[in-house]
Nanobody
């Protein structure tokens, strides 16, 4: 089994920052591409950010336009953890954030490319 557990969500004010963490157990974490997705109430799940496996030689990260310059995805292979640093949060960022792992080495923006999913962590941003 490959299990993903998110943490770090919470309720903050607009302009604040949060760092989400996703700990992966099982398999070989360094070989996985990792992604973050989010889903607001009544909305579809959307891509947020992704990072390739640690040995990838090309472009290693990708972001949706609405978070570029504010969010940063990173990984720590020694801790089997992927992070999403979220700065200058706005109410539009309110959603359940979920991490996902892909057995393919490259980053992916399509949720169908991911093999394993966490249950998500709530992020609420008030004005």
């Amino acid at each position: 089994q490959v299990l993903l557990v998110e943490s770090g969500g919470g309720s903050v004010q607009a302009g604040d920052s949060l760092r989400l963490s996703c700990v992966v157990s099982g398999g070989t974490f360094s070989d996985y591409a990792m992604g973050w997705f989010r889903q607001a109430p009544g909305d579809i799940r959307e891509f947020v950010a992704a990072i390739a496996w640690s040995g990838w030689s090309g472009d290693s990260t990708s972001y949706t336009d609405s978070v570029k310059g504010r969010f940063t995805i990173s990984r720590d292979n020694a801790k089997n953890t992927v992070y999403l640093q979220m700065n200058n949060l706005s109410p539009e960022d309110t959603a359940v954030y979920t991490c996902a792992a892909s057995l393919n080495s490259d980053w992916h923006v399509n949720p169908f490319a991911y093999d394993y999913w966490g249950l998500g962590t709530q992020v609420t941003v008030s004005s």
